[in-house]
């Protein structure tokens, strides 16, 4: 199974700042079919970018998804108070479908 | 809207088994497939597998395949899971999550999660 490897573990930014999460996968992704969730305490993760770079609907512009193969980025130009939380990629390129560890944005 | 309603919490003892509902509404049912995902406390997600709720065609992931079994209602919109022999570390938040295809898509709308403590 292609296993992510999220990181940093955690991100201590400020609102305002900029946030770049990164995603590495242990080979590559076919067709770039990484996704992104956002997940806050005691919720359901919400999908962010799929595609390894298209925003899902109703997703701010602030969010954006880069990469290719086996090395992909979220940024977040400017951090709003309700982004802060936690993030996980997943690949849906083969099975099993697998997700990172997670990267959590913090408050600092 | 798009809604994945999950049934309620659940307090088993080991060796036992578990069945969460998740009750789909808002969008036309047989036209999407139904994952459950699982995540034990403070860990990441994992993936369980995949059901055709129409045809009941499913593919679980290999760590589960003897202990798992999903099913479908197409009458009530409702997928079902069901994890059997029961462990500790199969405490964990159970959710569902539809995709449209069956290979290569992501989930674009989760059920709030239902929590299963095994003890």
């Known amino acids: 199974e292609i296993v992510l490897t999220q990181s940093p573990g955690t991100l201590s930014l400020s609102p305002g700042e900029r946030a770049t999460l990164s995603c590495r996968a242990s080979r590559s992704i076919s067709s770039n079919y990484l996704a992104w969730y956002q997940q806050k305490p005691g919720q359901a993760p919400r999908l962010l970018i799929f595609g390894a770079s298209i925003r899902a609907t109703g997703i701010p512009d602030r969010f954006s998804g880069s990469g290719s193969g086996t090395d992909f980025t979220l940024t977040i130009s400017r951090l709003e108070p309700e982004d802060f939380a936690m993030y996980f990629c997943q690949q849906y390129g083969s099975s099993p479908r697998t997700f990172g560890q997670g990267t959590k944005v913090e408050i600092k | 809207q798009v809604l994945l309603v999950q049934s309620g919490a659940e307090v088993q003892k080991p060796g036992a088994s578990v069945k969460v509902s998740c009750k789909a509404s808002?969008?036309?049912?047989?036209?999407?497939?139904m994952h459950w995902v699982r995540q034990a406390p403070g860990q990441g997600l994992e993936w369980m597998g995949i059901?055709?709720?129409?045809?009941?065609?499913?593919n679980y992931a290999q760590k589960f395949q003897d202990r798992v079994t999903m099913t479908g209602d197409t009458s009530t919109s409702t997928v079902y899971m069901e994890l059997s022999s029961l462990r500790s570390e199969d405490t964990a938040v159970y959710y569902c999550a539809r995709t449209y295809m069956w290979d290569d898509d992501a989930f674009d709308f989760w059920g709030q999660g239902t929590t299963v403590t095994v003890s």
């Open positions: 808002g969008y036309t049912f047989t036209l999407y497939y």
């Open positions: 059901i055709n709720p129409t045809s009941g065609t499913t």
